[in-house]
């Protein structure tokens, strides 16, 4: 793909350069032009990549070389940020250039920040940010370093100064915690991961990392999110792909972000299912897409979390238990609305169960690998449509309303 420059941009700018990692480009009319904004291209590229290169080394005096001696304020805050990244086990630390846009001494610039956990990211995390520099005596400053747009979620870094916690399965990297709530937090992690093993033993690496921030409010930035909608959620596991998008199915780096606030009030088994449930999301990353309905994806991670335990289904299921005696039990499978954090705690308690409900349903009438060939075949699926009627059929070799009708007898068994 060959990059771009456009001339006459709004505004005071001179011009503006795309550049792409395939190559330049150019359908600018002045040839010198075009080889001067090519050339600040370069020199701001060497001036991040010297800074990239200072967080590898760590070289705090050359990571704050790269800042404008005047920019006394964003000197200040890098100082703090290379000091909270001391115990991060970086792998990388890369800046990719996708937009230069200068005026004068001045420029402005759109990058993609990509950095790799060593030992647990299979690729680079991509963060979008927005640097602007100047030009000094022939040499480009960073005088400041913004969320890039569309970019709504910190990085723990930049909460704090981050302990990291080494497991035998896991990494937990936490701000505002100590080291023996962070070692606890390990352990559960580490009986998780075999347990999501003897169910799902292919296809993922065994380990994971968490993050544990100082409170709900610094969870919620972590995630770009309200603190509303996850006050009273115990961990979320986030799945960023190299591009940065979120991808369902193409994560190189996934995340378990735990609430602090809510995960200390459940008891040990309370823990341990929540991390069960939020590991087999790691495990299945690769298998699940936007053809995997909610239902299937969270009920399937419930009844791995579940799965050995002597949990009976009335206390596993109470909001659906309630529906059921009360002559309302579901007539369809829920949707993923059903899903919402805003869609009121009852319903959502009740999606999860019939989720779970409806995987421990096949797991027993047709079996745990035919399960998880359910799982797989529905996330292979091109799309949405279809996908769950044709695994039915070819994996289950039944009919959606069949299906329904044994969940619906399933569930007044199971709970009347």
Not at 4 to 24: I, K, M, T
Not at 56 to 70: G, I, N, Q, T
Not at 83 to 88: I, Q, Y
Not at 260 to 287: C, I, K, W
Request: aromatic content about 8%; charged content about 25%; glycine content about 10%.
């Amino acid at each position: 793909m060959a990059g771009r420059v456009a001339w006459g941009a709004v505004g005071r700018w001179a011009a503006v350069v795309l550049l792409v990692v395939s190559g330049w480009g150019c359908t600018a009319p002045a040839k010198g032009a075009d080889r001067a904004a090519r050339e600040t291209a370069r020199e701001i590229a060497a001036t991040l990549d010297r800074r990239a290169a200072a967080v590898m080394h760590r070289d705090e005096r050359a990571y704050l070389a790269v800042v404008d001696p005047s920019a006394t304020a964003l000197r200040a805050a890098a100082r703090r940020e290379f000091g909270n990244l001391a115990e991060v086990p970086l792998g990388s630390w890369t800046y990719r250039l996708t937009d230069v846009e200068r005026s004068g001494d001045r420029a402005t610039v759109r990058a993609e920040l990509r950095h790799r956990i060593a030992g647990y990211d299979s690729a680079p995390v991509a963060e979008p940010r927005t640097l602007e520099l100047r030009e000094r005596a022939g040499r480009w400053y960073v005088t400041a370093d913004l969320p890039g747009e569309g970019s709504g979620a910190q990085q723990l870094w930049e909460q704090g100064r981050v302990r990291a916690v080494r497991g035998a399965h896991s990494l937990v990297l936490g701000v505002g915690q100590d080291d023996a709530r962070l070692r606890a937090v390990a352990d559960a992690a580490d009986a998780a991961v075999p347990a999501v093993a003897d169910a799902w033993p292919d296809g993922w690496a065994r380990r994971e990392v968490l993050l544990v921030p100082a409170s709900s409010e610094a969870m919620a930035r972590l995630l770009g999110a309200s603190t509303d909608g996850y006050r009273d959620i115990a961990a979320v596991t986030t799945g960023i792909s190299a591009d940065g998008s979120g991808t369902p199915g193409a994560s190189p780096a996934d995340r378990i972000v735990v609430n602090p606030t809510a995960y200390d009030t459940l008891g040990t088994f309370g823990q341990h299912v929540v991390l069960t449930h939020e590991t087999t999301h790691v495990a299945t990353r690769a298998a699940t897409s936007a053809a995997t309905p909610l239902w299937l994806s969270e009920g399937f991670a419930d009844w791995v979390a579940y799965r050995g335990t002597d949990r009976t289904a009335e206390r596993i299921a109470p909001e659906l238990q309630r529906a059921v005696r009360a002559g309302d039990t579901p007539a369809a499978l829920p949707s993923d609305e059903d899903f919402a954090f805003g869609a009121g705690a009852d319903r959502l308690a009740r999606a999860y169960e019939s989720g779970w409900l409806a995987c421990e349903l096949i797991a027993g009438r047709w079996g745990e690998r035919k399960l998880t060939g359910f799982y797989r075949a529905v996330g292979a699926h091109a799309g949405r449509d279809g996908a769950v009627e044709d695994a039915l059929h070819t994996v289950l070799a039944t009919t959606p309303e069949d299906f329904t009708a044994r969940w619906r007898d399933y569930l007044r068994q199971r709970l009347g």
